[in-house]
């Protein structure tokens, strides 16, 4: 894990690997960003031609390695660009530095210690660029080495010190015990995502709940088959009951005081999901591991919530199955019996999310939370609609799904509040049973918040999260966010704990 630490040192003073520096995009080429100001003596005040002449702009996810000159400690320059230079107060927005910070941290893997000369104002700068270094630094290596404990390859950046910071100020301190934790608890979450769905079945899954459960004083519990199977939670039941590895429902308490406010978060965990009998055609199935993406969301947003002390109740629900073909799987055309007492045909077992959902989210109303919240790779239709990077958000309050899409915006993920159209409910309409779990095929990712909506308990605040497009990056890296397993909305769950705890939801 990358060590973190903050440092009064200069940058010329400081022993390190390397020296990170910023520089944004101006008019006539490449500017140095505040920070770097000591880097740029050592240059004799040439540190952008410099740059401009290696054809550095300072464009974001650009980075270049320079030898250092006389005068400074690190044998190494690294200039990464933040984007456009500020046009008024010369300041730099957190996801420039959060990205920037990502992306020094990506390109000096293998070096032990890096000294972070980027432009710190305020301890929120510090924060973003801490969180940015954090999970750019992120490898995911449990699998390889051949046999070999220390791996084949060169480990991430080792620590990360952040000049310009004040390590006795406790604005400062917070920020950065924040980033670490938040960044930890997201490279977990990461780690979960990315194991192959052979070990991690829905029972190790609740193993790793609760083994953290104990670390951090959260209360875990877990209900395996034959309590599913007793308490009535059909569609968790019947998702999993095609698979060796039976499913399992697991709650996650962490309570700051009885008093406080409550907020329920919900996590679709399919840890391997093949269709089942309506099974995923060639080539839609190799990172179907993903599909527990928002159970890991919620777990780690949890843990977060629990390590940072925030003054609200917090309940993480993880429903989790495996959803495979075979002589005991859901047919299309079974009807299904949820924990709320409603039929539900199954129409398509590949749309198996907002059944296991369905059955934790009518778990959760019944405690009366304040706000629901459920997370979920749930449906292509929101990749198609808004693309790779961002994820659709859903409610059933209007100033709810803004407040959620607003949060997002705050801590630097992308999210677009998408709606619920009344009309489009029709085509769930089943002679059968109560609702069929599809409907209209144009709007299928609306279709499917319709479907989650109706097992939200009366009265209760809910929105939803359709993470499908962000939750797993197949391209080449790019800022802070690795290929594989992104830890996508959990940086929204926890600061929407925050606000709800701080009574800044409206």
């Known amino acids: 894990m990358t060590a973190l630490t903050l440092s ?5 003073t400081l022993r390190a690997d390397a020296v990170v520096v910023g520089i944004a995009k101006g008019a006539k080429g490449p500017v140095i960003a505040p920070g770097a100001e000591a880097v740029d003596t050592a240059f004799e005040g040439k540190l952008a031609s410099v740059l401009d002449t290696l054809g550095a702009s300072g464009a974001e996810g650009e980075a270049t390695k320079l030898p250092s000159p006389a005068g400074l400690k690190a ?3 690294l200039a990464v660009g933040l984007g456009a230079a500020p046009e008024k107060d010369g300041t730099y927005g957190a996801e420039a530095l959060r990205r920037a910070a990502g992306t020094a941290a990506r390109a000096l893997t293998g070096a032990k210690k890096a000294a972070f000369a980027l432009p710190i104002a305020s301890p929120e700068d510090a924060s973003a660029i801490a969180e940015g270094a ?79 459960g104990k670390e ?28 060796a590895n039976p499913p399992r429902l697991v709650k996650l308490t962490y309570t700051h005081d009885k008093d406080a ?43 977060a919530a629990a390590r940072l002390g925030l003054p609200v109740n917090v309940t993480g629900w993880l429903a989790l199955a495996e959803n495979m073909p075979s002589g005991s799987a859901t047919r299309p055309g079974d009807v299904l019996r949820m924990y709320s007492g409603k039929t539900v045909e199954v129409l398509n077992t590949d749309a198996e999310g907002r059944l296991v959902l369905a059955d934790a989210l009518w778990k959760a109303s019944e405690e009366k939370p304040d706000a629901i919240v459920d997370v979920a790779t749930l449906t292509g ?23 959620v899409h607003e949060t997002a915006e705050q801590v630097g993920e992308q999210s677009w509040p998408m709606p619920l159209p009344a009309e489009l409910r029709k085509g769930m309409d089943s002679p059968t049973a109560d609702i069929a779990n599809m409907g209209e095929r144009m709007g299928g990712g609306l279709v499917a918040g319709l479907f989650l909506q109706e097992f ?51």
Request: with cysteine; aromatic share 6%.
């Open 75 to 77: 044998p190494l320059v």
């Open 134 to 212: 954090l999970l750019g630094a992120y490898a995911f290596t449990a699998y390889q080495g051949g046999g070999d404990t220390k791996g084949s390859g060169k480990g991430p950046l080792a620590e990360v010190a952040l000049l310009g910071t004040k390590p006795r100020d406790k604005a400062f301190k917070a920020a950065a015990e924040r980033a670490l934790a938040l960044t930890e608890e997201i490279n977990r979450a990461r780690d979960l995502i990315n194991t192959p769905p052979n070990d991690l079945t829905p029972e190790a899954f609740a193993a790793v709940a609760s083994a953290a």
């Open 216 to 243: 951090h004083g959260i209360k875990v519990q877990i209900l395996d088959e034959k309590a599913l199977v007793k308490g009535g939670f059909g569609g968790i039941v019947g998702v999993g009951q095609g698979s």
């Open 261 to 303: 406010k409550h907020l329920a978060l919900v996590g679709k965990g399919i840890t391997y999901d093949s269709g089942g009998i309506s099974l995923k055609p060639a080539g839609h199935n190799e990172t179907m591991k993903c599909d527990m993406s928002g159970a890991a969301a919620v777990f780690a947003a949890v843990v």
């Open 8 to 12: 009064t040192a200069g940058a010329a």
């Open 456 to 506: 939200v308990g009366e009265g209760i605040t809910w929105a939803h999260l359709d993470i499908a497009g962000p939750a797993f990056h197949e391209g080449a890296p790019y800022g802070y966010t690795p290929k594989g397993g992104t830890g996508s909305s959990v940086r929204t769950l926890v600061r929407l704990a925050e606000r709800l705890g701080e009574d800044d939801l409206g």
């Open 381 to 403: 239709a929101m990749v198609l609609a808004l693309g790779n990077r961002t994820f659709g958000v859903m409610a059933n309050d209007d100033a709810f799904r803004t407040a």
